[in-house]
């Protein structure tokens, strides 16, 4: 009788469905950040900077020096993108996304004509076929499969997103755009290193659009580019990207490794190219 009723009382009681939603509700108005995010990441920062000014540098010198600048940056992705999301098969996941990460860029800077993006999926096809190669060679008895496979395509779709940079080389005023873009984009970074100040850590996203809005504008009358109103635009909507990226990342437990915040950083130079593209059409019409 008293090994029964003690049983009874150490058995955990269910928790209600209004006890969920009160917990639910708790952790959205007080949400609690895992240590890991509130460390600033100095790395991913310069990277982004270094990377940025590269791009530019390639970008106001030819089409094919920026299609090369891609690839080094898919590269770069690739090499640390495995560990920094946990994927069971490193190595094939690096190879998957390394070899799209040259080809694509090739195969978009390859086209004169529009689409200039057209050969861009043939390059993606064969990243695919790599992957799914790899894992019915695998002998490890593959274990888990599919976080190694959702890493590896969203590694190339990150890789795709990065391609869109290069329509934007093909005309003046869109090349102007991309610039712009891409100075937003390193002085937004600047914020990151807020996340280890508790005041200044809900800020962070605000404080990086408005760096990538100012950045934005000064950029645009150095080079006597894109008026005040679509430089803003241009540079706020792809700093918040960049950030929200980089900032997605910082939960993850291999960031504190260096190759991993290099990762970090180049894909969040690499996803805001659809964005810059999709304003270009916007705004030059």
Known sequence: MDEDSSEAT???EPETRAARRARRDAVLHEPVLPALATVPRPVTVAATVVLAGLLILALVADPVLLAAGLAWAGIV?????????GSSSRFGSSLAIGVPAVLAPAAGVASAEEPYLRLVPVALIIGLAIMFGHQILRRDGRPRLTDSIGVT???LAVI???TTWLPLSRGDFTAQIAVVAFVAIATASFADLGAGTAALRPWMLPAAMLRGGLGAIIAA?????PGVAPAALVGFVCAAVSHAMRRVHSVLPAITTV???MSSAAAALLVPGVVAYGLSLLIVG
Not at 77 to 85: C, M, Q, S
Not at 221 to 225: A, E, H, L, N, P
Request: glycine fraction near 16%; charged fraction near 10%.
């Open 160 to 162: 795709a997103l990065g």
């Open 259 to 261: 190759k991993s915040q």
């Open 77 to 85: 992705v690739a090499w640390g993108w495995p560990a920094l999301h």
């Open 10 to 12: 150490a058995a955990p």
């Open 221 to 225: 009358s150095v080079i006597d580019g």
């Open 153 to 155: 395509s969203f590694g």
